[in-house]
T-cell receptor, first 114, second 114 residues
Framework: EPEVTQTPSHQVTQMGQEVILRCVPI?????FYWYRQILGQKVEFLVS????????KSEIFDDQFSVERPDGSNFTLKIRSTKLEDSAMYFC????????????FGPGTRLTVL | DQQVKQNSPSLSVQEGRISILNCDYT??????FLWYKKYPAEGPTFLIS?????DKNEDGRFTVFLNKSAKHLSLHIVPSQPGDSAVYFC?????????????FGQGTRLTINP
């Protein structure tokens, strides 16, 4: 069964450094998402991406964040200058089509900012 | 942001009995609801969904009920099995230009006792 994959599983970085989190969505999916979950808190929406552009973003997704689909398979989240409060689990999700459909999640990347 | 609430942080059920997990929402614009199951250090795994035009959807041991007038949904698992022990998240979405931002509840930790 096709799955969303994410790398790395755990990323440790120093405050102020740039990180890139990588995702490979399910191959025939067209809509892509990033969510995050700070320890002990809810899963929160960050951004949705379709047709090579951002379709919606949350207030968390400020200028420090960017997303890209550099080729036909990868979907990346870049944090330009990490802060302590960016420490969280980051989940990528994908959806096959527009309309009401199910989002499938990857296993997540645990980001630790020191 | 309390648009989706799961008021029970934990639930303990005997193996073979019915597990009922509850979820309330406040935004009447939500048109699609999903339940995800999550194990530690893994991403949310899709279980079952329901659109706002229905009041029940069943898939094997899992049934989701939607009461729009009460803005309430529930997930029934019967019979409960030890492998069902996990954190269960309710999520709701509004469709905006094909994208679908999911709003999650806080989760309910279900423990199935042998």
């Amino acid at each position: 069964e096709p799955e969303v994959t994410q790398t790395p599983s755990h990323q440790v970085t120093q405050m102020g450094q740039e990180v890139i989190l990588r995702c490979v969505p399910i191959s025939n999916h067209l809509y892509f998402y990033w969510y995050r979950q700070i320890l002990g808190q809810k899963v929160e929406f960050l951004v949705s991406f379709y047709n090579n552009e951002i379709s919606e973003k949350s207030e968390i997704f400020d200028d420090q964040f960017s997303v890209e689909r550099p080729d036909g398979s990868n979907f990346t989240l870049k944090i330009r200058s990490t802060k302590l409060e960016d420490s969280a689990m980051y989940f990528c999700a994908s959806k096959r089509q527009g309309g009401l459909d199910t989002q499938y999640f990857g296993p997540g990347t645990r980001l630790t900012v020191l | 942001d309390q648009q989706v609430k799961q008021n029970s942080p934990s639930l303990s059920v005997q193996e073979g009995r019915i597990s009922i997990l509850n979820c309330d929402y406040t935004n009447s614009m939500f048109d699609y609801f999903l339940w995800y199951k999550k194990y530690p250090a893994e991403g949310p795994t899709f279980l079952i969904s329901i659109s706002s035009i229905k009041d029940k959807n069943e898939d094997g041991r899992f049934t989701v009920f939607l009461n729009k007038s009460a803005k309430h949904l529930s997930l029934h698992i019967v019979p409960s099995q030890p492998g069902d022990s996990a954190v269960y998240f309710c999520a709701a979405s509004v469709l905006i230009q094909g994208a679908q931002k999911l709003v999650f509840g806080q989760g309910t930790r279900l423990t199935i006792n042998p």
